[in-house]
């Protein structure tokens, strides 16, 4: 996750910098190239900090062009657009006329409802504390820019099956050092622990390993429910 603070609306052309490659760390985790055409949403996004959290933090360091590291850079790539570019036109990473998400095995959403509530909202839906169906796309990523000042990392923990249904086991990542806001307006202040959520995933994809379809399964509440404990 590219922090929202750290974008500027007006600066929403052009390629990702070096720095949100993971490059200066000595490996490329992320290699998106957007279109000429593509228009960022809330400005060009940096992943420098949250690349730094991941480095740091991660769990597994899998070999180069192992499933597990094609499965990563394939994720953090559609992270970049599922997050950041509005027009599902420019995206490249998911087969818009075939694309389903689901969580939990609960009703899928398609592309375009993905790109109008975000995948936070998405993926949380209405929990006890907090409420996607109450707070933006752009609500959403500032709650959780402010709940993880230093990035909310990603990784692939291990791929139990290869192409075209991918399955694999998934950890989010940070320091909960920033402020939780709930559904309500009561804040939580972190207190620096690293907070972790882990879940699967499987992923249909085609032969070019464009995403046809997503079914997350994971606990909602163990997302929200350490950020107000």
């Known amino acids: 996750m590219a922090l929202a ?5 007006a600066d929403n052309k052009g390629p990702l910098s070096e720095e949100s490659s993971g490059s200066p760390f000595g490996e490329m ?13 809330f400005g060009k996004p940096n992943y420098a900090r949250v690349n730094k959290t991941y480095f ?3 769990s597994k360091v899998h070999k180069e062009g192992s499933l597990e590291a094609v499965v990563s850079k394939i994720v953090k790539n559609w992270e970049v657009e ?23 095995g609960g009703c ?14 998405m993926l949380l839906g209405e929990t006890k504390d907090y409420s996607g169906g109450s707070q933006s796309f752009e609500q959403s990523n500032k709650t959780f820019s402010a ?3 230093e990035g909310f990392a990603w990784e692939c923990l291990e791929v139990f099956s290869g192409p075209p249904n991918v399955l694999f086991k998934w950890r989010h990542f940070a320091p909960y050092s920033g402020t ?14 690293m907070f972790n959520l882990i ?23 163990g997302m929200i429910k350490p950020l107000v404990s």
Request: charged share 25%; with cysteine.
């Open 5 to 9: 603070h750290e974008m500027n609306k």
């Open 29 to 41: 985790i992320r290699d998106y190239k957007p279109l000429p055409e593509t228009i960022w949403r």
């Open 56 to 58: 740091q933090h991660r």
């Open 82 to 104: 599922s997050h950041h570019i509005a027009d599902i036109h420019q995206w490249q990473t998911m087969d818009i006329s075939a694309f389903k998400a689901a969580v939990n």
């Open 108 to 121: 899928p959403c398609n592309a375009q409802l993905m790109a109008d509530v975000g995948p936070y909202n």
């Open 147 to 149: 709940t993880f000042p």
């Open 180 to 193: 939780f806001t709930d559904k309500n307006g009561k804040q939580y202040k972190g207190n620096g622990e």
């Open 199 to 221: 879940g699967l995933c499987l992923a249909k994809v085609n032969e070019k390993l464009i995403i046809e379809s997503l079914d997350i399964y994971y606990n909602p509440e």
